[in-house]
């Protein structure tokens, strides 16, 4: 498992690289990754973070959902746009309106041997540059995706191996 924030050389920002194996197959990881609603629980609970979007959300290129959470105590709306949906491959979400000046989040998903690696790489701007991302939000992008990834290990390593039949 690792989390690592880097200069994005792309465009003015960061880029978020985040990297773990779970021990399951992909047809079992990527749904989960899929259902929205999963969000809430590898999501830190200080963000009190929910989906707004009523269900059923059937995931989609071009479907927008919305969020809520509150970062630092201040609530905060969160609206994105899935712009790519390649089932048991890779998404991508981007931020419409939210708390950054940009966010394009690709998630990525290869069978590997002992399941799936999970490879997020998130290119995100602040307002405020720099400096804000080195005292505020660096820290916290990455204690979330780490959140994520210790979560994601539990889940996983506690769920039975599907039935046969």
């Known amino acids: 498992m690792s989390v690592t924030v880097e200069r994005a050389t792309t465009r003015k920002g960061w880029l978020l690289k985040a990297d773990f194996v779970v021990p399951r197959p992909i047809d079992e ?84 041997d002992d399941g799936t690696r999970v490879i997020d790489n998130v290119h995100y701007g602040v307002p405020g540059g720099a400096i804000i991302n080195a005292l505020l939000v660096e820290k916290d992008v990455k204690n979330i995706f780490e959140y994520r990834q210790r979560v994601m290990a539990e889940i996983f390593a506690a769920r039975p191996e599907p039935l046969s039949v």
Not at 89 to 95: K, N, P, T
């Open 29 to 112: 990881v990527f749904p989960f990754f899929a259902d929205a609603y999963e969000l809430e629980r590898i999501t830190p609970p200080i963000l009190h973070f929910s989906v707004l979007t009523p269900k059923p959300i059937e995931m989609r290129e071009g479907l927008t959902l919305d969020y809520k959470l509150k970062l630092r105590g201040i609530p905060i709306r969160w609206r994105s746009l899935i712009s790519a949906w390649e089932p048991n491959r890779r998404f991508v979400d981007e931020q419409l309106k939210g708390p950054y000046s940009w966010w394009h989040h690709e998630h990525l998903f290869e069978e590997v």
